[in-house]
């Protein structure tokens, strides 16, 4: 019976696949729309019109640095799904770096949305952590 219980998979595992694999077309998007702005894909950055004006402002040569992170989200997501431990430790390495980032927003006096990320990277990072999520990634599959 006990055997069983560790076979099952840990609640939330497909949907954080699902959310980095997310991330990785969002930073697309968000890369894209750095290095050639005035598409039709400007259109999209309607629904945060906040991220946008911030992903402008960023100096052009950053937009460089999104191809990079589409390609570890998306290994992140990709090795996650496929219960890979790199994937595990990726995805944690991924989230953590957000959680940092949301705590220098924080430190920057951005109150509201620094907490916000800060509350949610974490919770998701020590869910990530668990000794039953380890496990299911360590586990033949």
């Known amino acids: 019976m006990v055997l069983a219980q560790e076979n099952q998979k840990p609640?939330?595992?497909?949907?954080?696949?699902?959310?980095?694999?997310w991330g990785a077309t969002m930073a697309a998007l968000a890369g894209f729309t750095l290095i050639f702005p005035g598409t039709f894909l400007d259109r999209a950055w309607m629904l945060n019109p906040k991220g946008h004006a911030?992903?402008?402002?960023?100096?052009?040569?950053?937009?460089?640095?999104?191809?990079?992170?589409?390609?570890?989200?998306?290994?992140a997501g990709v090795g996650w799904l496929k219960r890979r431990y790199w994937g595990w430790v990726l995805a944690l390495t991924l989230i953590g770096?957000?959680?940092?980032?949301?705590?220098?927003?924080?430190?920057?006096?951005?109150?509201?949305?620094?907490?916000?990320?800060?509350?949610?990277?974490?919770a998701l990072f020590f869910y990530m952590a668990t000794s039953k999520m380890r496990a299911w990634f360590t586990r033949p599959v």
């Open 11 to 21: 609640r939330g595992w497909l949907a954080i696949g699902i959310f980095l694999l």
């Open 97 to 122: 770096g957000n959680g940092l980032g949301d705590l220098l927003r924080l430190a920057s006096g951005e109150w509201l949305s620094g907490a916000v990320g800060v509350v949610i990277a974490g």
């Open 54 to 75: 911030g992903v402008i402002a960023l100096p052009r040569a950053v937009a460089f640095l999104f191809p990079v992170l589409v390609l570890m989200l998306a290994a």
